[in-house]
Protein backbone atom coordinates (compact mmCIF):
# COMPACT_ATOMS: atom_id res chain seq x y z
CA UNK A 1 0.00 0.00 0.00
CA UNK A 2 3.12 2.22 0.87
CA UNK A 3 4.78 2.00 -2.41
CA UNK A 4 0.81 3.10 -4.50
CA UNK A 5 1.18 6.08 -2.13
CA UNK A 6 4.53 7.01 -3.55
CA UNK A 7 4.24 5.98 -6.62
CA UNK A 8 1.37 8.47 -6.84
CA UNK A 9 3.28 11.13 -5.39
CA UNK A 10 6.42 10.84 -7.49
CA UNK A 11 3.97 10.65 -10.55
CA UNK A 12 2.24 14.07 -9.29
CA UNK A 13 5.24 15.86 -8.97
CA UNK A 14 7.02 14.66 -12.00
CA UNK A 15 3.53 16.20 -13.60
CA UNK A 16 4.21 19.60 -11.78
CA UNK A 17 7.48 19.70 -13.19
CA UNK A 18 6.59 19.18 -16.40
CA UNK A 19 3.66 22.08 -16.85
CA UNK A 20 6.43 24.24 -14.78
CA UNK A 21 8.45 23.58 -17.89
CA UNK A 22 5.45 24.82 -20.24
CA UNK A 23 5.16 27.62 -17.95
CA UNK A 24 8.24 29.06 -18.05
CA UNK A 25 8.68 28.61 -21.52
CA UNK A 26 5.21 29.66 -22.46
CA UNK A 27 6.12 32.83 -20.76
CA UNK A 28 9.15 33.43 -22.49
CA UNK A 29 8.01 32.54 -26.19
CA UNK A 30 4.08 34.06 -26.31
CA UNK A 31 3.07 31.98 -29.09
CA UNK A 32 -0.42 30.08 -28.65
CA UNK A 33 -2.15 32.79 -26.20
CA UNK A 34 -4.62 29.85 -25.16
CA UNK A 35 -2.37 27.43 -24.05
CA UNK A 36 -0.58 30.10 -21.82
CA UNK A 37 -3.61 31.06 -20.51
CA UNK A 38 -4.33 27.71 -19.28
CA UNK A 39 -0.54 27.46 -17.99
CA UNK A 40 -0.84 30.83 -16.01
CA UNK A 41 -4.59 29.13 -14.34
CA UNK A 42 -3.03 25.66 -13.95
CA UNK A 43 0.22 27.38 -12.64
CA UNK A 44 -1.02 30.24 -10.39
CA UNK A 45 -2.30 28.47 -7.44
CA UNK A 46 1.12 26.77 -6.76
CA UNK A 47 3.34 29.55 -7.31
CA UNK A 48 0.81 32.48 -5.24
CA UNK A 49 2.43 30.88 -1.87
CA UNK A 50 6.21 30.47 -3.47
CA UNK A 51 5.81 34.51 -3.97
CA UNK A 52 5.00 35.16 -1.43
CA UNK A 53 7.74 33.67 0.62
CA UNK A 54 10.15 34.60 -1.75
CA UNK A 55 8.86 38.31 -1.52
CA UNK A 56 10.36 37.90 2.26
CA UNK A 57 13.66 36.31 1.72
CA UNK A 58 16.66 36.97 0.55
CA UNK A 59 15.81 35.86 -3.21
CA UNK A 60 13.96 38.61 -3.93
CA UNK A 61 14.82 40.18 -6.84
CA UNK A 62 13.44 43.80 -8.03
CA UNK A 63 11.84 42.40 -11.86
CA UNK A 64 12.42 39.11 -11.94
CA UNK A 65 10.34 36.18 -11.09
CA UNK A 66 12.27 33.53 -9.66
CA UNK A 67 8.67 31.76 -7.84
CA UNK A 68 8.65 29.04 -10.99
CA UNK A 69 12.31 27.96 -10.94
CA UNK A 70 11.88 27.52 -6.92
CA UNK A 71 8.63 25.51 -7.26
CA UNK A 72 10.42 23.74 -10.50
CA UNK A 73 13.54 22.48 -7.83
CA UNK A 74 11.40 21.98 -5.19
CA UNK A 75 9.27 19.46 -7.24
CA UNK A 76 12.13 18.23 -8.79
CA UNK A 77 13.96 17.04 -5.10
CA UNK A 78 10.34 15.89 -3.69
CA UNK A 79 9.45 13.42 -7.33
CA UNK A 80 13.30 12.27 -6.48
CA UNK A 81 13.08 11.61 -2.66
CA UNK A 82 9.86 9.61 -3.98
CA UNK A 83 11.75 7.59 -6.24
CA UNK A 84 14.30 7.08 -3.80
CA UNK A 85 11.85 5.74 -1.27
CA UNK A 86 10.44 3.10 -4.22
Do not use: N
Not at 42 to 54: D, N, T, Y
Amino acid sequence: MFIYIISTGYWFFRVIEIALFIYIIMSWLPVFPKLQALSVYIMEPLLAPVRRIIEHSVLKIRGIDLSPIVLYLLAAYASQMCYGLR
